[in-house]
């Protein structure tokens, strides 16, 4: 098929296209009223950012989604953002901005294919079914046509899947292997199932750390859908707060985010809480696709002992075996995650870069990347806590 047929549009808000049109790019798997492969890519979700001021004007992440069209239908789409800054993407570039303009360049604005502040794999050239192979190409070239034409230094896809990767790179982005720590759920009937793929000592070490989780004095409850309620945000927005303001130096999302996600987001997501002496003291919260949970946002009031690990980590794993899920991704970085049964795993992301030195010189340094994340993960795999047998036959 002819790509000239194929028109390109840029949105400035996902309300400049209707939810179900979207969705019908973004998770046609959900058209039967199933979950979604992966809810970030979903209407309600972008909008969500959107609405509640997450992204958009004082953020550095302005909405410039692209839409692909053929005789008047859509057949593609794109969450990107113009961004004038490299914060809430963890595909990490600051490097490449520094040495780019230190060399006299201008790195900002760039043009970011991504979901905002969300570090977990999917995709994000969102096709119709039937439309895959053209509608990604047409996406991509449009990506970089409205890079060229308002002088961007670059385009970022970032955490995409790895076949997006393959066939980005098959027409001309370059692409970056980093890696995560996922946990892998194989067939396991129960928790117990899964220690017993463990070495003694992993295993005596896990239990161990949830018994001291679990006797902190309080009780853990896991709350989903019309479970959840607005005083739990209110808690929640304290705890959020406080490791945002810890780990990167302000929160990225607002508070009317959550407010906007509980009206239209309740059964994609499941809050774990701890609760002691009738108050809140902790909760991790996780939004769940049609085969993966997704641990996103931590936060605590009080601290106990190993009570993060149990409340991120371990119940995201008790949901998993309990729904059937099939992996659990635990957010950015933590090689802590490695004994606790999370497995490093590859992510992906696409490039490309205007100025062909600047671009060769990145192509140089992906190459050797690559060769150090293989290597980086080949080591950890062996020194996790699976037993060896159990770790030569980990997907």
Request: charged share 25%; hydrophobic share 40%; net charge negative.
């Amino acid at each position: 098929m002819d790509q000239a047929q194929i028109e390109i549009r840029v949105l400035s808000s996902l309300s400049q296209i209707p939810a179900a049109e979207w969705d019908a790019c973004a998770c046609p798997e959900a058209a039967d009223g199933g979950r979604p492969l992966d809810p970030f890519t979903t209407h309600r979700f972008l909008a969500a950012l959107e609405d509640s001021g997450s992204v958009g004007t004082g953020t550095g992440w302005h909405p410039q989604h692209l839409t692909a069209h053929l005789d008047g239908m859509l057949i593609a789409a794109a969450p990107a953002y113009a961004k004038s800054h490299s914060q809430g993407e963890y595909i990490f570039d600051h490097n490449w901005a520094h040495a780019y303009e230190r060399a006299g360049g201008r790195y900002y604005p760039k043009l970011q294919i991504a979901v905002p502040f969300t570090p977990a794999t999917g995709r994000r050239f969102l096709t119709r079914p039937g439309y895959e192979r053209i509608g990604l190409e047409a996406l991509a070239q449009g990506a970089v046509q409205l890079a060229e034409r308002n002088r961007i230094s670059s385009v970022h896809v970032t955490f995409c899947t790895g076949a997006e990767a393959e066939a980005g790179a098959a027409v001309g982005l370059m692409a970056r292997r980093t890696q995560q720590f996922h946990w892998l759920n194989r067939g396991y009937a129960d928790f117990d199932g899964f220690l017993a793929d463990l070495s003694s000592r992993k295993r005596k070490t896990i239990r161990k750390e949830r018994r001291q989780a679990n006797g902190f004095g309080g009780t853990i409850r896991t709350l989903t859908g019309a479970e959840l309620r607005p005083e739990h945000w209110d808690a929640f927005w304290i705890f959020y707060q406080d490791t945002g303001a810890r780990k990167w130096g302000s929160p990225y999302l607002t508070r009317a985010f959550f407010d906007i996600a509980h009206e239209t987001m309740a059964d994609d997501m499941t809050l774990v809480l701890a609760e002691r002496d009738g108050r809140p003291v902790a909760g991790a919260l996780n939004f769940v696709g049609r085969d993966t949970i997704y641990g996103r946002y931590w936060g605590c009031t009080e601290h106990h002992p190993c009570l993060h690990f149990e409340l991120c980590y371990y119940r995201a794993i008790d949901i998993a075996i309990a729904q059937g899920l099939d992996r659990v991704e635990a957010g950015a970085q933590g090689e802590h995650k490695l004994a606790r049964g999370y497995l490093p795993a590859e992510t992906h992301s696409l490039h490309w870069v205007a100025d062909p030195g600047f671009a060769e010189a990145i192509a140089r340094y992906l190459e050797a990347e690559r060769d150090a994340v293989g290597e980086e993960i080949e080591l950890l795999t062996e020194y996790g806590p699976f037993k060896k047998t159990q770790v030569e036959e980990q997907p």
